[in-house]
C-alpha cells in the first residue's frame, strides 16, 4: 500500500487530508442517519466555506514567505461595504439601480481597492521594513474603523440583483447543462496535465510513473470530478423559487424531473482561484521566488532575486482576494453590515495551517489550504446540523487546528 | 601598468567598505588574471569576505574602483555581478533549503517556456548533465536540499557557479564544511576550471589549501591589503607572519619573527 501510494506520487499530506475529510463527512452521516450527506448540506457548505477557502489561498504564499496578514477580515469587510454602499447610496443617484454593468462596475471598483490595500501595506512591509505582523494588525483596526466610517454605522442594503448571483443558492448556480460541461473540461483538463507531464518526463529520458499509476490518478481525478457535478445536479430548484419565477414569467421553463440547481457560482470562483493561485505558486517564477525567500531570503537575495518586490506582490495578490471574496461575502448577506469579515483572518490563518503551511516560512500548498478551509467548514457545519452551538463549534475547531498541526510537527521530525 | 599589456581579469582597486564606524575593507587593492587562482587569507575579520562580497554585489563599497578586463563597472546587486559573468558559492552556500537542487541551480535564473510557465524537466536535465561531472553519484533532484549531506550540498552551490559559464569565481572556505575525500574533488575542480581560463579568488582560512592551489597570495589584516605575493617568492612560514603580524616579515624586527618561527 505504501510503496503503491509511493509511485503515483501524491502528496501523503493530501491524500491524508482528503481521507480526513471523508471520515468526517461518512461519520457526521453515521451520527445523522444519512441526513447529513443530502446534496443540499453538502452545496451550503461548501459555500459557506469559498469565502474563507478563497483566502487561504493567498494566505499561504504570505505565510510560506515568513510573513502574516491578519487584516483579510478588515480588508473583507470594507470592500464588502464599499460594495454595499456603492449599489445601495452612490448608484441609485448616478447610473441606476440594476443596471446591467452596475454590479460588474461595483466589482472592478473592488478588485482596485483591495489591490491597493495590498500594495500599500505590502509595501510598508517589504520596502520600509516594518513587521508584518504589526502592519497587518493596524491595518485590522484601521480598516474596521473605515467600515464604521463609510457606511455611517448602518447596515447598507440591499445590492444590485446581479450582483446576487455570486451567493450561489439555485439562482446563483450554473445550472444542469453548463455544470456537466464544466465537469468535462476539468476532466480534459487532467488527462491532458497528466499527458504533459509525462511527455516532459520523456523529452529528457527521465524516470515517469507506471501506466498504471498513471490511469488510476487519471480515472479517480474524473470519476470524482464527475461525482461532484452529478450532486450538485442532484439538488432541484425548490417549487416555491419555480413558482415564483413562473409568476414573473409564465414561459419560465422547468423540465419534467425538476430544475437542476448545479454548481454554484462562488464554488465556480474557488476553483478558478485555486487553479490560477496552484499555477502561480507552482509554475511561475514568482511562486518559486515566494518559496525561495520562505527558504533562505538571504539566499534568495543573493540568487538576484527582488526579494521586496516579491513580498510587496503577495500582499497586492492578498487585497485582490479579499475583494473576491467579500463579493460572495457580500453578496450572501446581499448588503453589508458593520461586522462583515470579522474573525475571517483567525479561520483564514487556520485554514491554511491545517492545510499544511508552515509558520517557519517555506513550506506549503494552495490545494491543501483549500481542504483546511473545507475540513474547518465541514466540522462546524456538520456540529450546527446535529444541534451544537457556535462556542462549541469553535472548541473542536480548535482542538482539529492543535491536532493537525500536531501530526505534522511528529510526521516531520520522524522524516527527519 | 605599461602598454600593449592586456589588463587583468579583475582589479579590485581602492576598495574601502564601513560598517558603522568600523573600517572592514580600507583601500585594498587585488587583481586577478583569466587562468590564475589568487588566495586571499587573514584572521578573523580580516576583511576577506567582505572584499569578495563587494566583488560578488552582495554589499555595495562605500569607495573605489571595480574594472573587469580594464574596464570600470558598477556592480550594485548580486544580478550585476552575475551579468559581469562573476559566480560566486559562499561558505554559507546560500541555498533554499526547502527547494531541490535544480531549483536551487536556476534561482534567480530560472528556465521558463515561451508562456513564462518555470520548465522544471529542462532544469533538472541541466542539473543532471552539470551534476555528473561535479558529483556523478548524485540522484536526488526532487528532494528539497535540507535533506542532502553537506558534500552533496556544497556540490549543488559549486554546480550553480559553474553551470552559467564563469569568467571569475569567487569562492569563500569552499572546504570548510567537508571531509578529505570530498576536499580533494573539490581541489581538483579547482585546478580544472583554472586551466579552462577562469580566474579564481579563493579565501580561506587553511593556509596549506592556499598554498597547494593558488598561484599568487593576498595578504589582509584589519582590512588592509598587507602585501600580495607570488608562491614562488614565498614560504608559509612569510604568508603566517604577514597574516599574525599584519607587515611583510621584510619590515618586522627578529623580536617579532623568533616565536613565529620557532
Known amino acids: ?416 | 601598468m605599461t602598454t600593449g599589456q592586456t589588463p587583468p581579469l579583475v582589479e579590485l582597486r581602492d576598495i574601502s567598505v564601513a560598517f558603522g564606524g568600523v573600517h572592514a575593507v580600507e583601500r585594498a587593492t587585488v587583481t586577478l588574471k583569466a587562468g590564475e587562482v589568487v588566495g586571499l587569507v587573514g584572521g578573523n575579520g580580516a576583511g576577506k569576505s567582505t572584499l569578495m562580497r563587494v566583488l560578488s554585489g552582495a554589499h555595495p563599497s562605500d569607495s573605489g574602483d571595480i574594472l573587469i578586463d580594464g574596464e570600470r563597472v558598477t556592480i550594485g546587486n548580486p544580478r550585476d555581478a552575475k551579468a559581469l559573468k562573476i559566480e560566486t558559492i559562499y561558505q554559507t552556500l546560500a541555498l533554499a533549503d526547502n527547494i531541490d537542487a535544480p531549483a536551487n541551480l536556476f534561482l534567480g535564473r530560472e528556465l521558463v517556456s515561451q508562456s513564462g510557465m518555470l520548465d522544471d524537466s529542462a532544469m533538472e536535465d541541466a542539473t543532471r548533465k552539470v551534476m555528473g561531472r561535479l558529483n556523478p553519484n548524485f540522484k536526488r533532484f526532487k528532494v528539497p536540499v535540507r535533506t542532502l549531506s553537506g558534500g552533496q550540498r556544497q556540490a549543488v552551490a559549486i554546480a550553480r557557479a559553474v553551470h552559467f559559464n564563469a569568467r571569475i569565481l569567487i569562492m569563500d572556505e569552499p572546504t570548510a564544511a567537508l571531509g578529505p575525500a570530498e576536499t580533494a574533488q573539490v581541489r581538483d575542480l579547482i585546478r580544472q576550471l583554472r586551466n579552462e581560463g577562469l580566474g579564481i579568488f579563493l579565501v580561506s582560512h587553511d593556509i596549506h589549501d592556499v598554498f597547494d592551489l593558488a598561484d599568487r597570495i593576498s595578504v589582509m589584516y584589519h582590512g588592509r591589503i598587507v602585501d600580495t605575493v607570488s608562491k614562488g617568492d614565498t614560504s608559509i612560514d612569510d604568508v603566517l607572519a604577514m597574516i599574525i603580524l599584519g607587515k611583510p616579515p621584510a619590515q618586522a624586527s627578529k623580536e617579532e619573527l623568533e616565536p613565529l618561527i620557532g
Open chain 1, 1 to 416: 500500500m505504501a510503496s503503491a501510494l509511493r509511485a503515483t506520487e501524491i502528496d501523503p499530506r493530501l491524500f491524508g487530508m482528503v481521507a480526513a475529510l471523508v471520515v468526517i463527512f461518512l461519520g457526521f452521516g453515521a451520527v445523522t442517519n444519512g441526513r447529513f450527506l443530502s446534496a443540499i448540506n453538502l452545496l451550503t457548505m461548501s459555500v459557506q466555506a469559498a469565502s474563507v477557502a478563497i483566502l487561504a489561498t493567498g494566505m499561504v504564499l504570505i505565510i510560506v514567505s515568513r510573513n502574516i496578514d491578519l487584516s483579510v477580515g478588515s480588508v473583507v469587510g470594507i470592500i464588502a461595504m464599499t460594495y454595499a454602499v456603492l449599489m445601495h447610496e452612490v448608484f441609485p443617484t448616478t447610473i441606476g439601480v440594476d443596471t446591467a454593468y452596475g454590479w460588474l462596475l461595483a466589482l472592478a471598483i473592488g478588485l482596485v481597492l483591495g489591490a491597493l490595500i495590498g500594495a500599500i501595506q505590502g509595501f510598508i512591509i517589504a520596502y520600509i521594513g516594518i513587521p508584518s505582523f504589526v502592519v497587518t494588525l493596524g491595518g485590522l483596526l484601521i480598516f474596521r474603523g473605515m467600515v464604521w466610517v463609510i457606511s455611517g454605522g448602518a447596515t447598507q442594503a440591499p445590492n444590485d440583483k446581479q450582483f446576487g448571483v455570486m451567493a450561489g443558492g439555485p439562482e446563483g448556480s450554473l445550472g444542469g447543462p453548463l455544470s456537466w460541461a464544466l465537469g468535462v473540461v476539468f476532466c480534459v483538463g487532467i488527462v491532458l496535465l497528466l499527458l504533459y507531464a509525462r511527455r516532459q518526463r520523456h523529452r529528457f529520458n527521465f524516470p515517469v510513473r507506471p501506466i498504471w499509476a498513471e490511469i488510476l490518478i487519471g480515472v479517480i481525478g474524473c470519476a470524482v470530478t464527475l461525482a461532484a457535478v452529478f450532486v450538485a445536479n442532484s439538488y432541484k430548484w425548490p417549487q416555491g423559487l419555480v413558482d415564483r419565477h413562473l409568476a414573473e414569467d409564465p414561459n419560465f421553463h422547468v423540465p419534467p424531473g425538476g430544475l437542476d440547481s448545479g454548481i454554484p457560482w462562488p464554488i465556480v470562483m474557488l476553483l478558478a482561484v485555486t487553479v490560477l493561485m496552484t499555477i502561480l505558486a507552482t509554475r511561475r517564477r514568482f511562486g518559486r521566488y515566494v518559496f525561495a525567500i520562505g527558504g533562505n531570503p538571504e539566499a534568495a537575495e543573493l540568487g538576484g532575486i527582488n526579494t521586496r518586490w516579491t513580498v510587496m506582490k503577495t500582499f497586492i495578490l492578498m487585497g485582490v482576494l479579499c475583494a473576491i471574496s467579500a463579493a460572495i461575502t457580500s453578496a450572501r448577506l446581499n448588503g453589508a453590515s458593520n461586522d462583515v469579515g470579522e474573525g475571517y483572518e483567525l479561520y483564514v490563518i487556520a485554514a491554511a495551517v491545517i492545510g499544511g503551511t508552515s509558520f517557519a516560512g517555506g513550506i506549503g500548498t494552495i490545494s491543501g489550504a483549500v481542504l483546511g478551509a473545507m475540513v474547518m467548514y465541514t466540522l462546524k457545519y456538520g456540529l450546527s446540523f446535529i444541534g451544537l452551538e457556535s462556542p462549541i463549534q469553535d472548541i473542536v475547531a480548535g482542538i482539529v487546528l492543535i491536532i493537525a498541526v500536531g501530526f505534522d510537527t511528529l510526521n516531520r521530525r520522524r522524516v527527519r
